[in-house]
Structures are given as C-alpha cells and as structure tokens.
C-alpha cells in the first residue's frame, strides 16, 4: 500500500507478505509505523494498493473497496492506550460491546468478567483510569480490545510507557494470550527485544518504506 502526505511531505510505501500470526513491525521514531497500522486499522485511506488479512479484504484501491473501521472487526490498542478518562474499568472494557457509554446491561457484564479474571483486573472494576498504574492500564485496553472477539490485534508500542520489570511481564502475557486465541496479531515497536520475543517475524521500516517477501 502506498499513502503520500502533501506535496513532497511523507511518503508511505509498504508491501508486506505473510503466513505468520505475529508480525512485528520495527523502525524508529517517524517511520510509518503507526500510519501502517492506522491504515490497516481503516484510520486512513492509502492512495493504491490493498489490504488484507486471511481471507478478509479490508482495502482493495483497484475496485474502491474500502472497509469502515468499525466494519474491520480488529482489536486496536494505542499507544496512550485511548482510555475514557470518566469510565470505570468494567465499563471501559464492555464499551467494546456496546459503543454506547451507558452502564453496560448484566448480560454484558457476564461477557466481561472473563477477561476482567483473564488480566487481573477484577479488584479494579470500579476503578478509573487516573486511579490505575501503567500496566493496568495496559491491561484494560488489551482487555478492551479482545471482548468483541476480534479477527485481528494492532497495538501500536503497547509496551512503551510501562518499567522493565513489567514490560517483560506483558510480554509474556501477550504471547500467552496470542497463542491461547490463535488472532492474527500485528505489533509495532522500536525496541528490538519486542521483536525479538513477539515476533514470528520482523520487518522493519524507515521512512516509510517496508518490504517483505512470504515468510
């Protein structure tokens, strides 16, 4: 897919093929990776080209197929993690579910709890996210992000604002909560540990260029 910013601003060019359930995506700061991710995510139109995972066509510019995100069914965690600030953490994760920021229906409620217990968030369902520390935080919005039992993960440096110590953690439990759904997982990083530990396999972009071949 090819995405061009303004005359002679940033250019996006990214062609990749894959087989893989988790593709990391890994490149410094300002090269394409989030507007590669917000693309696929359907947050922005490329220009040509197509996008697809599995056998579902999100983008194709030949014939102007052009899925709206909320049509995508893929789970999206940001890098600030895109909380609302005057939900609690039950009703931030069931906002999933409804789209709605009325308090989620008990038959809602029984959807979540699962992943409330998945994350160790159940002492925090009341809790806000002012109220929350870094990985909690991450955790409700991987939480968020995997209740609407999406087709494919995005997260954009999901490990960027959280120690050492608890990076290591969420990585392990990551992998473990990929493995156990089977999702199609894309994550992007600047840290080659990430890549490393994630990743089946790994591209790397800089200025917005990306290639590879089936892996």
């Given at each position: 897919m090819q995405k061009t910013y303004g005359?002679?601003?940033f250019s996006l060019d990214v062609q990749i093929q894959s087989q893989v359930q988790r593709l990391v995506l890994l490149g410094p700061s300002g090269a394409?990776?989030?507007?590669t991710l917000k693309a696929i995510a359907g947050l922005l139109t490329p220009d040509h080209g197509h996008i697809r995972i599995r056998d579902q066509w999100y983008f194709n510019h030949s014939n102007g197929l052009n899925l709206a995100p909320q049509d995508r069914q893929i789970g999206y965690v940001f890098q600030d993690y895109a909380l609302f600030p005057h939900l609690n953490v039950l009703q931030n994760i069931s906002f999933a579910l409804t789209r709605t920021l009325l308090n989620p229906s008990k038959h809602l409620q029984q959807q979540v709890f699962?992943?409330?217990e998945q994350f160790g968030l159940t002492s925090c369902a009341n809790l806000y996210p002012h109220q929350l520390s870094g990985g909690q935080k991450q955790r409700v919005a991987l939480a968020r992000a995997l209740v609407a039992k999406p087709?494919?993960?995005l997260l954009d440096e999901p490990f960027a604002a959280v120690?050492?110590?608890l990076r290591h953690h969420l990585r392990h439990e990551l992998l473990k909560i990929q493995i156990q759904?089977?999702?199609?997982m894309i994550l992007i990083t600047h840290d080659t540990t990430d890549a490393d530990y994630l990743g089946q396999q790994v591209v790397e972009l800089r200025q917005g260029r990306g290639?590879?071949?089936m892996f």
């Open positions: 005359s002679g601003g394409g990776k989030s507007l699962p992943w409330l087709k494919a993960l120690d050492t110590e759904t089977q999702l199609p290639n590879s071949s």
